[in-house]
């Protein structure tokens, strides 16, 4: 097998140490690919190549339409090969091919969004107070960017990332999962292939305690951008310190699913599943908390266990599989001590619970759907993030206590509402302590719209206007039509 190297400067090279990573697919633990394993010293020398692409290099001083051209062509060979990239993407993470389809679909969306909007960036003028001048704003690159992404979404938050730092002008180092790198390589690849200059985009490849942590720490990197665990984030922002870099974090959640007693059922327990059930629980924004109306308590947990029962698991490169495998051996464990805690600390296994039975899938890191009722906001399984394929159930008896109830998180990334009032949910999503909320609905996100967190959930804003200006400095341009003399210093 050919080993997958790092893109430093232009070129494509492997590791100083010459050191190596297996890469398994979750659903059998095939060995798909062999990735080079970088560290430290290659992670210096690719933030030299991105520091010297941004100090002596031509992609800042682009006009932002010639940078938009080329970002462009990025999303078109992108759309080209998106097939490829779908499958790739469901070896290496196990999600269903469906799933990975959508996100090639979306990510070509991004990369064509920031495309478009930053094409039509020209600052601002702004009105000046004083006489005979012109003030006006002008948006510049931060510099050099670190960028690292998790393995539950590998490419597609490589993309909110990627796109609107090269529109903004910026160089970057990308430091994918080391689980799951093999879309970004591909990506990497399209991106030469769509004439971005050398230098501009860096890829390194390996840990976060080696690549990762000197990447944070680094003083040459002016930004860093981190999407993962709320425990790396913290180390994070502290290495940030080093030279105060720009740090925007995209951490973990735990997210509330409030059910009124007037939603209409069908739907609300349709999507009570998607909330969870996509890629086994592992979503940032799953809505893993469903906070039911009490009167309905019981009819909506009985119809939901008919549903979770019937979810079919295996292969996402199958066409009838719904629900794939857990990242990695050690991911399954946590689940499966996530859950056996919850039923200590006294919730109900209402179904799941374990990893399946069935022998077809004993090569995989599957775990059953489960639900876990009689839960409360004190419990560890309602309040720490599981990341797999669990549902905590709460129940409430009015508004008031919902929304207390979906609030009591350190995490603020998202929630949403289910109720035909569209007055009471509007009364609820306006005290909902999160960065998105969703009336009726789950899960929805789309280019225009910003996404980050409250709270625990991080800082910083992805995707949107916003997610463009994160990659900008502000520069205020000052020009007086009409110099005086002012006449104050020695000259009385
Ligand atoms: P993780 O924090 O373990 O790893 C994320 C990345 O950080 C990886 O590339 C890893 O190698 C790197 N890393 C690890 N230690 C590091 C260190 N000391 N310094 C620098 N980098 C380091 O997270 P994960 O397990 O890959 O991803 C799951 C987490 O990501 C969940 O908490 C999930 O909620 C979160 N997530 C959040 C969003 C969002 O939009 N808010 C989206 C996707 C995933």
Redesign the pocket.
């Known amino acids: 097998m050919n080993i997958k190297k790092q893109f430093i400067d232009g070129n494509w090279i492997l590791a100083n140490n010459k050191e190596t990573r297996e890469i398994i697919n979750p659903y059998n633990q095939e060995i798909i690919a062999i990735v080079t394993e970088s560290d430290e010293t290659d992670t210096q020398e690719a933030i030299k190549a991105a520091r010297d692409a941004f100090d002596h290099g031509e992609w800042p001083n682009l006009t932002n339409i010639e940078r938009g051209r080329v970002v462009r062509k990025i999303a078109d060979l992108i759309e080209r090969d998106a097939e490829e990239l779908a499958k790739l993407e469901t070896l290496d993470t196990g999600k269903t091919l469906e799933e990975s389809r959508w996100d090639m679909e979306d990510i070509a969306e991004v990369f064509r969004y920031y495309a478009d909007i930053g094409d039509k960036d020209g600052g601002e003028v702004i009105p000046s107070p004083i006489p005979n001048s012109v003030s006006r704003v002008v948006n510049e690159p931060v510099g050099v960017c670190a960028q690292?992404?998790?393995?539950?979404?590998p490419l597609?938050?490589a993309s909110?990332k990627l796109a609107p730092a090269l529109v903004a002008g910026n160089t970057l180092i990308m430091?994918?999962?080391?689980?799951?790198p093999l879309t970004t390589i591909k990506v990497f690849e399209l991106m030469e292939e769509a004439g971005l200059p050398k230098g501009v985009a860096n890829l390194v490849l390996?840990?976060?305690?080696t690549?990762?942590?000197e990447?944070?720490k680094h003083m040459d990197v002016d930004l860093i951008s981190?999407?993962?665990?709320?425990?790396?984030?913290r180390?994070?922002m502290q290495?940030a310190t080093s030279n105060i870099k720009k740090v925007a974090?995209?951490?973990?959640?735990k997210n509330p699913n409030i059910i009124f007693k007037d939603a209409d059922m069908d739907v609300a327990i349709d999507n009570a599943l998607n909330a969870v059930f996509f890629h086994a629980g592992?979503?940032?924004?799953?809505g893993t908390r469903l906070i039911v109306e009490d009167t309905i308590h019981d009819d909506f947990i009985d119809a939901l266990k008919k549903r979770v029962e019937k979810i079919v698991l295996g292969n996402g490169l199958d066409d009838q599989t719904e629900m794939g495998p857990l990242?990695s051996k050690e991911?399954l464990e946590k689940v499966s001590t996530y859950v056996d805690n919850g039923v200590k600390e006294g919730a109900t296994l209402l179904i799941g619970g374990t990893k399946p039975k069935d022998t077809a899938l004993e090569n995989g890191f599957f775990y059953l759907p489960t639900v876990l009722t009689d839960c409360t906001t004190d419990m560890a399984v309602v309040q720490d993030?599981g990341?797999g394929p669990v549902i905590t159930v709460e129940r409430f008896t009015t508004e008031d206590q919902a929304i207390k109830l979906a609030n009591d998180s350190v995490y603020g990334?998202s929630g949403g509402v289910w109720t035909q009032d569209l007055a009471k949910a509007e009364r609820c999503v306006n005290k909902m302590r999160m960065?998105t909320v969703w009336i009726n609905d789950v899960n929805n996100y789309f280019p225009q719209a910003p996404?980050?967190?409250y709270k625990q959930?991080?800082f910083g804003r992805?995707l949107g206007t916003t997610g463009l200006e994160e990659y900008q400095e502000q520069k205020h341009i000052f020009t007086n039509l009409k110099p005086e003399a002012m006449n104050w210093f020695g000259n009385k």
Request: with cysteine.
């Open positions: 690292i992404t998790p393995w539950n979404y597609l938050q909110w430091k994918p999962s080391e689980i799951t390996g840990a976060g305690s690549v990762g942590s990447l944070s981190f999407t993962g665990g709320v425990g790396t984030g180390k994070i290495a974090l995209e951490l973990g959640g592992q979503v940032c924004s799953a990242i991911h993030e990341f990334l960065g996404w980050g967190g959930s991080g992805e």
